[in-house]
């Protein structure tokens, strides 16, 4: 068999443009794309992830994860675009509980984000956690009938559990899907405890962070000694959150260590970069 080739030119008609998909969080700011303008070349933030991305969410348990995915799935929904949630983890009525009470948080119309939403529960359904191609299948109808424009999978880590040996394969299958169906998509992945924090490692190894076209790791900090109260200026006991994203082969982007919160709400405030939160 021959494989296909392209001359460069061949492939412009090809090329997805550069915007950004608002994620409902500071996030949309912190990538950016490179103009000329008059005075050179000029910084322009993204307005969000790249469009067609297919982001790579990581982080060890109660780092946001879920949150910032819920906060995507709100913002793109109540803007009229069609978001398709795999949830892997939490049975459908609990994300319908967590996505109200978001909306609500946000200020959005949850009668124009049930509407936009489409769920497929995986959580209690062994042939869709257990067959890739089952679920692919099933995502596939989904995105083709309801026109999704976006996809969430929370967590792609819990369709390999047990089978790490083949996370690499099973990532690689979503990942060509998400691609094929032009779908700008986040990825939820748990990362071991016992992994370096500030990496993007998650079960499996490597297997989501290589293959996908960036990640963005969640972290948090545990205030518990004289040091890091004098540090960070927060009490004994208290919790530091951060968020840095690792890389993205779509578009430039603020590489730094910032400091988020997450409110009473469940929303999620990103604050500052590090280094200006510990100067303040």
Known sequence: MVGEYYTLAE???KAPKLFGIPTGTKLDELFYKIEKGEQGYERKPLGGIPYLAVMNITGIPDTGKSILAEQFAVAQASAGYRVLYVTVESPAN??????????????????????NIVVIDASDNEELRENPRALLDTMAYAIKEKKIT????????????????????????????????HQTALLVSQKRSAQASESAEAAGGLAVAHIVDGTIVLDKKIIETRWDVSLYHLPLGSVLRTLRIDGCRLAPHDSRTWVFDISDLGVIDIIAPLEEYIKK
């Open 11 to 13: 492939l412009e008609g």
């Open 94 to 115: 609990f994300l319908y509980t967590a996505l109200k009470q978001k909306s609500e948080a946000l200020g959005a119309d949850f009668a124009t984000v049930e509407k």
């Open 150 to 181: 976006n996809v969430i999978i929370d967590s792609i880590t819990g369709l390999y559990e047990h089978k790490e040996v083949a996370a690499r394969q099973i990532v690689r299958q979503f990942f060509n899907f998400l691609k094929k169906w």
